[in-house]
T-cell receptor
Framework: SQQGEEDPQALSIQEGENATMNCSYK?????LQWYRQNSGRGLVHLILIRSNEREKHSGRLRVTLDTSKKSSSLLITASRAADTASYFC????????????FGSGTKLNVKP | DAGVIQSPRHEVTEMGQEVTLRCKPISGHNSLFWYRQTMMRGLELLIY????????DSGMPEDRFSAKMPNASFSTLKIQPSEPRDSAVYFC????????????FGQGTRLTVV
């Protein structure tokens, strides 16, 4: 991808389990964001973490950021069938030009 | 606000025809992005505008692709002539330039070139 890679590419878990997705990126960033995409729909913003933050929580979501390794992870706790979707990380490059790249995405399937 | 509005939602066209995709960003958002999504290549940033000015079009695959933003409330992505490999879902997104916050996506245009 233009920005980097996410792994795993696909993840299948049982309802109630935790899901962890990882994102690696290439450039220096201002912030990193996670988005969700339901099949056939546009992307929806989930959470934003700035480059000077290491961890952030929002409901059942926990995001970590390691700028030294250029990597981030998204943890969804106590997953539900409704969490089934593709998840993408997006990097906001540390420059004045507002470039905004997405990773390759992780397809999550939560089985009821 | 109705969100980012893209039209058409679906487009089927024959190879060689001109295709124009349209986007209306959220009012007040002065950054606009065009992405293309395929299974093989994921989400590719094609071009983006700040304050109606194209900043980086390095993601535009070929000269057949062009984009304009004549004013703050409207942008087009044109493919001329279209080819079957252009088949994809094209997304438009907008956000405020200040603050580097979340981007809001339209529902996308699913383009099929036969």
């Amino acid at each position: 991808s233009q920005q980097g890679e996410e792994d795993p590419q696909a993840l299948s878990i049982q309802e109630g389990e935790n899901a962890t997705m990882n994102c690696s990126y290439k450039t220096s960033i201002n912030n990193l964001q996670w988005y969700r995409q339901n099949s056939g729909r546009g992307l929806v913003h989930l959470i934003l973490i700035r480059s000077n933050e290491r961890e952030k929580h929002s409901g059942r979501l926990r995001v970590t950021l390691d700028t030294s390794k250029k990597s981030s992870s998204l943890l969804i706790t106590a997953s539900r069938a409704a969490d089934t979707a593709s998840y993408f990380c997006a990097t906001d490059a540390r420059d004045n030009f507002n470039k905004f790249y997405f990773g390759s995405g992780t397809k999550l399937n939560v089985k009821p | 606000d109705a969100g980012v509005i893209q039209s058409p939602r679906h487009e089927v066209t024959e190879m060689g025809q001109e295709v124009t995709l349209r986007c209306k960003p959220i009012s007040g958002h002065n950054s606009l992005f065009w992405y293309r999504q395929t299974m093989m290549r994921g989400l590719e940033l094609l071009i983006y505008f700040n304050n109606n000015v194209p900043i980086d079009d390095s993601g535009m695959p070929e000269d057949r692709f062009s984009a304009k933003m004549p004013n703050a409330s409207f942008s087009t992505l044109k493919i001329q002539p279209s080819e079957p490999r252009d088949s994809a879902v094209y997304f438009c997104a907008s956000r405020p330039l200040q603050g580097r916050t979340e981007a809001f996506f339209g529902q996308g245009t699913r383009l099929t070139v036969v």
